[in-house]
């Protein structure tokens, strides 16, 4: 079946340390975008990325990094600078680069982030 | 600024009745919208999305959406609702004209009444 894998489901670190988020999805997708819930918030926009080797910022950006060497992942690394990183943190993806025609996200399972 | 909204943080309702849950948006032109509902500690699944045409869409488990432009509203109905629909539930919009960055609304958390 195809779908969107994340792992860890839990994870937990310690303040100063990196920690990275994997993301996987077997769909083919061209896009793929990293979100954080929190409580009473709703999904805000971390990273997205529309082509392999390329990806900007979305709206909370500082304190997180990503890459994006293949199509099918998109790890997210939440670096010591991320002044509070506890969250739930989602992965989505989708077939389509922004070119005007639409199609919906697909979501992971989330990982849930506590930091000691 | 374009946003989303959802007015209605918790709301009960009892086994069997009917529902309604209130989605506004702030944009300047037509946004693609969408219900998402999520389980406790799970993802996100899409319940129905609005791109453009008719303003009343079907979706998923029985739920249905009605654009209004008038209003800025993207309200989310069930006309009876079961146990298993307690979760939360997202309204997002992509009001980057289609470039595929959603917005979300902070979420309305359903509870269900036997």
């Known amino acids: 079946d195809g779908g969107i894998t994340q792992s860890p489901k839990y994870l937990f670190r310690k303040e100063g340390q990196n920690v990275t988020l994997s993301c996987e999805q077997n769909l083919n997708h061209d896009a793929m975008y990293w979100y954080r819930q929190d409580p009473g918030q709703g999904l805000r926009l971390i990273y997205y990325?529309?082509?392999?080797?390329?990806?900007q910022k979305g709206d909370i950006a500082e304190g997180y990094s990503v890459s994006r060497e293949k199509k099918e992942s998109f790890p997210l690394t939440v670096t010591s600078a991320q002044k509070n990183p506890t969250a739930f943190y989602l992965c989505?993806?989708?077939?389509?680069?922004?070119?005007?025609?639409?199609?919906?996200?697909?979501f992971g399972p989330g990982t849930r982030l506590t930091v000691l | 600024a374009q946003s989303v909204t959802q007015p209605d943080i918790h709301i009960t309702v009892s086994e069997g009745a009917s529902l309604e849950l209130r989605c506004n948006y702030s944009y300047g032109a037509t946004p693609y919208l969408f219900w998402y509902v999520q389980s406790p500690g799970q993802g996100l699944q899409l319940l129905l999305k609005y791109f453009s045409g008719d303003t009343l869409v079907q979706g998923i488990k029985g739920f249905e959406a009605e654009f209004k432009r008038s209003q800025s509203s993207f309200n989310l109905r069930k006309p009876s609702v079961h146990w298993s629909d307690a979760a939360e539930y997202f309204c997002?919009?992509?009001?980057?004209?289609?470039?595929?960055?959603?917005?979300f609304g902070a979420g309305t958390r359903l509870a269900v009444h036997p």
């Open positions: 990325s529309q082509i392999v080797n390329d990806f």
């Open positions: 997002a919009g992509d009001l980057s004209g289609g470039y595929n960055k959603l917005i």
């Open positions: 989505a993806s989708t077939d389509d680069r922004g070119t005007g025609s639409y199609n919906e996200q697909f």
